[in-house]
């Protein structure tokens, strides 16, 4: 018997919008229950750790100003680390990811996220979507010798409306495709 297979794998996510109920937000929510399905398919349980970045912003401005790494940092950045797969869910402000982001990358440092798995969810505030996003923060995992999957997830204003018209359900069936390759990649993380 695989004992491996019992435990419960890891997912941690980063949500680098402005809180609870907003697009990100929700958008990271979706992704993850997703996953978690996309896991329970395959026998795996998964324990979902959300860390919103927002909370953490001023401890990250500490950071980078004083190179202070305060304890509510450093547990975020051991939750991070410690997981089997990451979702990174950010609204694209100016054809960029949050701020917040890249503070908190830059506090992970080079190689910390080494072959870790991980999902990139874009919340587009418009419907106009710069080609290249993907590739900057694919660019950003990179730096941390993360693994992304290869489909992300965007999301536009048309996504958020509560009828299930032909956007809301292409962008469900982009997070249904995403969630499985993410399953698929931490399976094999783990192993």
Do not use: K
Request: with cysteine; charged share 20%; net charge negative.
């Amino acid at each position: 018997m695989n004992t491996a297979a019992w435990s419960p794998v890891s997912l941690a996510v980063l949500c680098a919008g402005v809180g609870y109920g907003r697009p990100t937000r929700l958008l990271a929510d979706w992704v993850a229950e997703a996953v978690c399905r996309s896991l329970a398919v395959g026998g795996a349980r998964a324990e979902v750790e959300v860390l919103e970045l927002h909370r953490l912003a001023a401890d990250l401005a500490q950071h980078s100003t004083h190179d202070r790494v305060s304890l509510d940092l450093r547990e975020a950045i051991a939750a991070v680390v410690a997981a089997d797969g990451l979702v990174v869910a950010t609204p694209v402000l100016a054809a960029s990811p949050s701020e917040v982001l890249d503070l908190f990358f830059a506090v992970l440092g080079d190689g910390v996220l080494s072959g870790m798995p991980v999902l990139l969810a874009l919340n587009s505030g418009s419907r106009w979507r710069p080609p290249d996003l993907a590739q900057v923060l694919r660019r950003r995992l990179a730096s941390v010798h993360a693994d992304p999957v290869p489909t992300v997830v965007v999301a536009d204003p048309a996504d958020w409306p509560a009828t299930a018209h032909s956007d809301a359900a292409r962008l469900r069936a982009c997070i249904d495709q995403a969630a499985a390759e993410l399953a698929v990649a931490m399976r094999s993380h783990r192993q």
